[in-house]
């Protein structure tokens, strides 16, 4: 089932008592982020402020968050039960990201309802909070789809990146070369040209889902996005720039990067997903030259940041995309036997083990993959008798299959990798002196060795029976019995 547009999805959570309309005054500047983090914790519904100090009068008054924080929600918008299991969701993102949909070209459409340009041009006139409270300024990239288009290729990107006001018709962006616009902006940097952004608040959610699920290279996340909505996304062509942008979308800001590094500007810090905050820096700055939005548009933000006790809609968006995605990967690359996978923050993957080396084939696949810019640090292999949702299960892997001593443990040094992981030293997640971040990642096979001795007493097979089994007799003897015990 297609949304529309972000109305039409705030209507259905409405309707499905998933929405909480917050009529009291609210302050941008931190409370709004307070109140995001205790609803997020307590799995809360979706909010949207509707009364924001200094809003009042402004184009924008009301901003929306949380659409995604929950796997119920993240069903529902893609059509399916609210209580679809997490592997169904999961299997159906997975499907989708395989077979994208064509996207329709139209010639104008809601978001053309005003445009902006020149001197009017104020990203002041929108909602946009100071979601935590070290924060450098107001964050206005945190839930949105940032567009740049290949120079060379002609190939659209959609991606998930942050940004901060720093003035009126600027906003500062960490932007990492080994990422998709980050390649886009070498390029342009090569052509000593400044490279066109476009960037999209408010349309369904899924797009934004797209965006943040490091998809290949090569495949345009508007045509996954249509494929997880049922329904081609319907794009228009911005005004400054050669780019296109969903025609019923709230708010498109348009603009340019400088390809001169004189022209960056401090950015940061700013309160990361890792649930750490990222530093500032010197880094590009984006130079708004148009605002397109509807009337009366609804700005679109989330809060960043998510741990074991506080998650928020990172904590349902990528365990869902990122472990379709690896799933996938593997698949493409031909490795057999893989059952489960689940890639977040720590890479669990169930295998059928089919010959020795198996986890290594693995995590090889995966490393060499674009997605592992920010993925597979630590990746985890298990047999199919282990329940990769079930710590203590894994945990029972862990403990009594893995030896050091047997090489049940590869590291797999001075790769690339997150540019945000506070355990790399800052020197070394320099994005604009390195493209990336640098890490030694880490591959545990949790899976019974086969070098191991087979053992006569326990049928030939190179691990002891289980001790917890009972045997079939005493299972049929106890069940048929039981009543008799007197048990409760």
Not at 228 to 257: F, N, Q, S
Not at 294 to 320: A, K, Y
């Amino acid at each position: 089932m297609a949304y529309k547009n972000l109305r039409e999805w705030i209507g259905r959570l409405e309707s499905e008592g998933e929405l909480s309309r917050v009529k009291t005054e609210v302050d941008w500047d931190e409370e709004i982020g307070a109140i995001t983090r205790k609803v997020y914790c307590k799995r809360g519904p979706a909010l949207l402020f509707e009364n924001i100090k200094d809003h009042k009068d402004t184009i924008s008054t009301k901003l929306f968050t949380g659409g995604l924080q929950t796997i119920s929600r993240l069903a529902m918008m893609l059509g399916m039960p609210k209580e679809a299991h997490i592997k169904d969701v999961t299997e159906r993102v997975r499907q989708c990201f395989k077979n994208p949909m064509d996207v329709k070209q139209v010639k104008t459409g809601p978001v053309k309802e005003n445009v902006i340009t020149g001197a009017d041009v104020d990203l002041y006139q929108f909602p946009v909070p100071k979601w935590h409270y070290l924060d450098g300024g107001r964050y206005i990239n945190t839930f949105c789809g940032v567009v740049t288009k290949d120079p060379e290729t002609g190939i659209t990107n959609v991606g998930l990146y942050r940004g901060m006001i720093l003035s009126k018709n600027k906003i500062g962006v960490l932007l990492v070369p080994g990422q998709g616009w980050g390649i886009h902006y070498l390029k342009y940097q090569e052509l000593k040209k400044p490279m066109p952004v476009a960037i999209v608040y408010g349309y369904d959610d899924a797009l934004v889902f797209s965006a943040a699920a490091s998809l290949p290279r090569d495949l345009d996340e508007y045509r996954v996005t249509g494929a997880l909505r049922g329904e081609p996304v319907e794009l228009v062509k911005c005004e400054t720039v050669d780019l296109e942008v969903p025609a019923e979308a709230e708010i498109v800001v348009e603009g340019y990067i400088s390809p001169n590094p004189d022209d960056w500007e401090m950015e940061g810090p700013f309160g990361e997903y890792t649930g750490y905050y990222g530093e500032s820096a010197k880094r590009p700055v984006i130079e708004v030259s148009c605002i397109t939005h509807r009337n009366e548009p609804i700005f679109r933000g989330t809060l960043e940041g998510m741990d074991h006790n506080n998650p928020n809609e990172d904590s349902s968006i990528l365990v869902v995309s990122l472990s379709a995605i690896a799933k996938n990967i593997l698949e493409s690359q031909g490795v057999p036997g893989v059952l489960e996978v689940s890639a977040v923050p720590i890479t669990f993957v169930k295998i059928k083990k089919l010959f020795r080396g198996h986890a290594k084939q693995v995590a090889a696949a995966l490393w060499g993959s674009s997605a592992a810019q920010y993925l597979f640090k630590f990746v985890i292999v298990v047999e199919e008798d282990t329940n990769i949702w079930n710590r203590r299960a894994v945990e029972g892997a862990l403990s009594y299959r893995v030896n050091a001593a047997e090489d049940d443990i590869v590291f797999f040094p001075g790769t690339f990798g997150s540019v945000l992981d506070p355990s790399t030293r800052i020197k070394d997640r320099d994005e604009m002196r390195f493209g990336t971040g640098k890490w030694t990642r880490i591959l545990i096979d949790a899976t019974r060795n086969w070098d191991y001795e087979k053992v006569p007493e326990w049928g030939g097979q190179v691990y002891p029976p289980s001790a917890t089994a009972l045997s079939e007799e005493q299972e049929e003897l106890v069940n048929r019995r039981w009543r008799e015990y007197g048990i409760d």
